[in-house]
């Protein structure tokens, strides 16, 4: 994340200026489209201001452009597609820009989808829930990829359904790397590499029943007439290539730092649901993620021993009040590991008001924490402050 730190009322004062000239527009514009051949653009804008207030220590605050996504999608031939995405608004160490969705699509099969490239990799309704369409400014320890969720993978994934949408599934097989931090367990695309990650392979599956018809995962639910629900099971597993242990003595096996780790091998279960109708949007997810470390005798941060379980749990839900724009959203999430003194706990409350849907809106959330970073007694209270533009 990029920008400046400001005073709190410097930072403010901008953020509501620019929210100011912000006006409605369309998601996603198609400037081509002949039989089947088109081209389509389109973007995210979000603009963010963040208050960190920790017990026993300063505050600080920043505003800056959590994202900035445009991407462009066309088509030349029948039942085959590409899409192009990228962030201006994250950058890794000299790189500006984030490559995010980059790949081609066969469509052509009954009931199913062929994706080629950068894509999702299917683990976390969390995580596969669109940052556009979140209805809390930032997303939970089950779907932050900090913390043990698979990012985007580089390789195949087939998307499939049965013919009334009520079973879907998704399974991948690519390439995936992890940053060797060890207050993290960090996945991110073979793409945006920083050159000291750990490389290795990744196959991620899920299954998602729809028992009342197929649910989307968006979160928040503008008033539909009746309930839908989804439950469903994810895993996936991965393991280090051994191609790019940076922080491993090739001797003796050992960890050279004390504060990154090589990682050997990582797996995860999910297990979740979701509700949603008339104004209510419910989501409830348990993640149960293993990690080893190269270097089987390690300790520190998340890892003792070599090994850590990040045993990760959220609650969250909306209801969005009748014949108005305002969504009230309250989430209890909590994170525990093998390291931690104890599990760090976090309860957030929040408020969104609509424009135009989840196209323009802006949100406010505010997250106590207990425990950070598994630190027993450090608590730490968050503001966050987003307005989002989508087209």
Do not use: C
Not at 7 to 17: C, D, Q
Not at 223 to 231: A, E, I, Q
Not at 269 to 280: C, D, I, M, T, Y
């Amino acid at each position: 994340m990029t920008g400046a730190t400001l005073s709190s009322w410097r930072a403010l004062t901008l953020a509501v200026i620019i929210a100011a000239a912000s006006m409605p527009a369309m998601a996603g514009i198609k400037i081509y489209e002949d039989g089947a051949k088109f081209v389509e653009i389109g973007g995210r804008i979000q603009l963010q201001y963040v208050n960190v207030d920790t017990n026993g220590g300063d505050s600080r605050d920043q505003i800056f452009f959590r994202r900035l996504r445009p991407y462009i999608a066309a088509s030349v031939t029948e039942n085959w597609l590409g899409k192009i995405q990228f962030d201006f608004g994250k950058s890794l160490d000299e790189n500006e820009v984030a490559v995010k969705d980059a790949y081609m699509q066969y469509t052509g099969w009954r009931n199913k989808t062929l994706t080629i490239g950068n894509s999702k990799t299917p683990f976390s309704r969390e995580f596969l829930t669109s940052s556009k369409r979140q209805q809390t400014v930032e997303r939970g320890f089950v779907g932050d990829h900090n913390f043990g969720t698979p990012d985007r993978q580089l390789g195949l994934r087939v998307n499939g359904h049965n013919d009334s949408k009520k079973v879907t599934y998704q399974v991948a097989v690519g390439a995936e790397h992890l940053d060797p931090d060890a207050k993290k367990m960090d996945f991110d695309s073979p793409v945006n590499n920083a050159g000291d990650w750990n490389e290795g392979l990744i196959i991620g599956g899920r299954v998602d029943l729809h028992p009342q018809g197929n649910m989307e995962f968006d979160q928040g639910d503008f008033h539909s007439d009746s309930f839908k629900s989804s439950f469903s099971l994810g895993f996936f597993t991965w393991s280090n290539d051994n191609d790019n242990n940076t922080y491993t003595d090739p001797v003796t096996g050992l960890s050279t730092s004390s504060s990154k780790a090589d990682l050997d091998s990582a797996e995860g279960f999910e297990l979740s649901a979701g509700v949603r109708g008339k104004g209510v949007s419910i989501d409830v997810e348990y993640n149960l993620v293993s990690g080893d470390t190269v270097d089987s005798t390690f300790t520190g941060g998340l890892y003792r021993n070599g090994s850590t379980d990040l045993d990760k749990y959220q609650i969250e839900g909306g209801y969005m009040l009748t014949n108005s724009a305002v969504e009230f959203v309250a989430r209890y999430e909590s994170l525990d590991a093998d390291n931690y003194e104890d599990a760090w706990n976090a309860t957030e409350l929040g408020v969104n008001y609509f424009w135009n849907k989840h196209k323009v809106k802006v949100q406010f959330t505010y997250r106590m924490g207990e425990n950070v970073d598994g630190k027993r007694g450090i608590d730490a209270d968050t503001t966050f402050l987003q307005w989002q533009f989508v087209f």
